[in-house]
C-alpha cells in the first residue's frame, strides 16, 4: 500500500481481555517500530523492528506486551489482561533504511479503550 | 535520562499571525531533530533538522537548529486555520536503537 496501516482502527475491551493490534508497514521498509501516545501527550517509544528481529524492546511497559515480526513485514503488538492505564492510541511507523534511518512513516493507529 | 521539551503546550492565534514554537533537548548521541505535524492520528513528517544554523524551509513553514544550545524553532509565518494541529518534535538518536524521542507537542489553534 501507499502508506502504513494499522487495524483495528478503535478497539475497546474489558479489563483483563487479550488485545492483539496490527500494523502494515510500507512495502519494503526494512524498520518499523511501535509506540504509545497517551492523551495529551507526545508518543513514547515501545520497540524497534530491523526486519524480523527485535531489536530493541526497552520501551514495552511490563510483560503483559509483547510485538512480534515473523516475516519481517507485518507486525502485531499483543496486550495480556489489559488493564485501564493501557488506554492508549498505539502508532506503528516504519523506515526505509536499516540504520541511520532518520524519516519514519506513521500510520493512523489504533485507539484502544479499556473499560 | 534522555528529555525533549517543547513550549507552549499550546497556542491560539488569528489568521495571519506568525508564531514560533520551541523545542529544547537533551538527548544522549543526538544525531537530528525532526518535526510532525499531527492532526488526527499519524503524525506527518515536516523537517529534519542534523546541521545547525542552516534553516529548513517549506512554504510558510521553516525550521532551524541550534546544536550548541541544544533547541530548535519552528516558523509558521501568516498563519491559516489549516495550520490548526499538534506539532512534534522528536530527538533521533544515533548508534543502537533507531528511536525517536518526542515531546509532549504543542496545540496551535488559529481561528479564522
Known amino acids: 500500500g501507499a502508506g502504513v496501516s494499522q487495524s483495528p482502527r478503535y478497539k475497546v475491551a474489558k479489563r483483563g481481555q487479550d488485545v492483539a493490534l496490527r500494523c502494515d508497514p510500507i512495502?519494503?521498509?526494512?524498520?518499523l517500530f511501535w509506540y504509545q501516545q497517551a492523551l495529551g501527550q507526545g508518543p513514547e517509544f515501545l520497540t524497534y523492528?530491523?526486519?524480523?528481529?527485535?531489536?530493541?524492546k526497552s520501551g514495552l511497559p511490563s510483560d503483559r506486551f509483547f510485538a512480534e515480526r515473523p516475516e519481517g513485514s507485518v507486525s502485531t503488538l499483543k496486550i495480556q489482561r489489559t488493564q485501564k492505564e493501557d488506554s492508549a492510541v498505539y502508532l506503528c511507523?516504519?523506515?526505509?533504511?536499516?540504520?541511520?534511518?532518520?524519516?519514519?512513516?506513521f500510520g493512523p493507529g489504533t485507539r484502544l479503550t479499556v473499560l | 535520562e534522555d528529555k525533549v521539551v517543547q513550549s507552549p503546550l499550546s497556542l491560539v492565534v488569528h489568521e495571519g499571525d506568525t508564531v514560533t514554537l520551541n523545542c529544547s533537548y537533551e538527548?544522549?548521541?543526538?544525531?537530528?531533530l525532526l518535526w510532525y505535524k499531527q492532526e488526527k492520528k499519524a503524525p506527518t513528517f515536516l523537517f529534519m533538522l542534523?546541521?545547525?544554523?542552516i534553516e529548513k524551509k517549506s512554504g510558510r513553514l521553516s525550521s532551524i537548529l541550534d546544536k550548541k544550545e541544544l533547541f530548535s524553532i519552528l516558523n509558521i509565518t501568516a498563519t491559516q486555520t489549516g495550520d490548526s494541529a499538534v506539532y512534534l518534535c522528536?530527538?533521533?538518536?544515533?548508534?543502537?536503537?533507531?528511536?525517536?524521542?518526542f515531546g509532549k507537542g504543542t496545540k496551535l489553534t488559529v481561528n479564522p
Open positions: 538527548v544522549t548521541n543526538f544525531r537530528s
Open positions: 512495502s519494503g521498509h526494512v524498520s
Open positions: 523492528f530491523q526486519n524480523e528481529a527485535q531489536l530493541d
Open positions: 511507523a516504519s523506515s526505509s533504511r536499516d540504520r541511520g534511518t532518520n524519516e519514519q512513516f
Open positions: 522528536a530527538a533521533f538518536k544515533q548508534g543502537g536503537s533507531e528511536k525517536l524521542v
Open positions: 542534523t546541521s545547525s544554523g
